[in-house]
Structures are given as C-alpha cells and as structure tokens.
C-alpha cells in the first residue's frame, strides 16, 4: 500500500520570502513523485516530478523539490514566493514497477502568499 | 491540443437521478482514470484503465460504473445518485504506467461539479 501525507492544510509567506510546502510518503518499493498545483475552478496541474537521481528537482514557475529517502520526503521548495503562487498544493506518489501504476495523491495544502 | 475534456461543468441531480459524466483525451494516452475532490480528503481514486476494454475499481467505486470502449473515451455513470456523491470529479489520463510510462505525471480536466438535491 501507498500513502501521502501533507501535514500542513495552510500555509501563510510573504511575498518574497522563501516557502516550503511539506510532503512524507509511503510506499513498499521505490517510488515516483510527483507535486501538482490547483487554481480555483481548475484542474490539477503538474509541477514536477522525482524519478532517480540527483535529490534537488527542478519544475515549473521556479519550483523545486527536495527528495530524501531516510526521511521519506518530498518536499516543494521556492527560493521568492509570489503572490500567483497563492493556490491548492498537491504531493503524489506511485510506486514503480506495478502493472496498475495508480497514484496516491495527498489531502493538499493551500498557500498563501500574501503581499 | 484540448488535453482532457470534461463535459458538463456544473450539473444539478435529484436524488435517484442518473447521470453520464464524459470525459476525452486527444493525446493518444492508455492510461485514464476518475477523481472526486472533497473538501480536506484530497483526491481519492474511483475507476481507472489501463487501456480500451480494460477497467478497474479505485478506492471509492460504490455507485459508479466506468467502460473504456475507445482509447480516447472515459464515461463515469452514476447510477442512482445520492447527496453522498455531491462532489467535483476529475478525468484524467497519461501515457501509460509500465516500464519508463509510469513517471509519466497525469493530465487533468477541468473537473464537473455535481450537486445533488
């Protein structure tokens, strides 16, 4: 079985600052990771994704994402906030090498990033 | 490209109403699946497929039914609605999930926000 777990439902920066959205994960092999960000009224849309390699992933909007395997995290990271980033956060894992390749995704975090 | 269409937006149901939710992809992908997005439960997994003629449960499959006749199409039926399926359902749909395929990040719809009465 696979869980995500996003501890924080809100989270609050001022523009500017540096923000962290927090994701752990459980899965019995290795896994993919994924973050999605939602807009009001839309769908999920994907940020970026950890699949091997180096730690630090790079995504869209200037997003990045740190990956630590004996912490099991997967956390979203932005260097500046702006206040567009203000939206619903998604963290989702599948685990490799399943036939059903389903996705687990987490209950969200809403940021805030107020001016 | 469209990516992943959902119709309709908004639909209103009385109690024991039935209803088809569509949804289509014009990016050629085999793997599609149905979300329902509930306040704080985040996205939970109704049916998915792996390919046409291929459907499976998720982890909320009561009341729904699912079929995959084509690669491009993936109807969600409710068969006898309730006020527990008050909900905003997401179609979406990837590449595949085998091999290299399962990195692959979804697409999603719009979403269909369903009220019922």
């Known amino acids: 079985a696979q869980s995500v777990a996003q501890p924080e439902d809100q989270v609050n920066v001022a523009e500017g600052n540096p923000l962290t959205v927090k994701c752990t994960y459980s899965v019995s092999g290795n896994p993919y990771l994924f973050w999605y960000v939602q807009y009001p009224n839309r769908g999920l849309q994907f940020l970026l994704k950890y699949i091997t390699g180096d730690n630090l992933v790079k995504g869209s909007y200037g997003f990045e994402a740190e990956f630590n395997k004996s912490q099991t995290s997967f956390h979203l990271k932005k260097p500046s906030a702006l206040v567009s980033d203000s939206a619903l956060y998604f963290c989702a894992v599948r685990e490799r090498n399943t036939n059903a390749g389903k996705s687990t995704f987490g209950d969200g975090t809403t940021l805030t990033v107020k001016p | 490209n469209a990516g992943v269409t959902q119709t309709p937006k908004f639909q209103v149901l009385k109690t024991g109403q039935s209803m088809t939710l569509q949804c289509a992809q014009d990016m050629n992908h085999e793997y599609m699946s149905w979300y329902r997005q509930d306040p704080g439960m985040g996205l939970r997994l109704i049916h998915y497929s792996v390919g046409a003629g291929i459907t499976d449960q998720g982890e909320v499959p009561n009341g729904y039914n699912v079929s995959r006749s084509t690669t491009e199409d993936f109807p969600l039926r409710l068969l006898s609605a309730a006020p527990s399926q008050t909900s905003v359902y997401f179609c979406?749909?990837?590449?595949?999930?085998?091999?290299?395929?399962?990195?692959?990040?979804?697409?999603f719809g719009d979403g269909t926000r369903l009220s019922i009465l």
């Open positions: 979406a749909s990837s590449k595949g999930t085998g091999g290299s395929l399962g990195n692959q990040p979804q697409h």
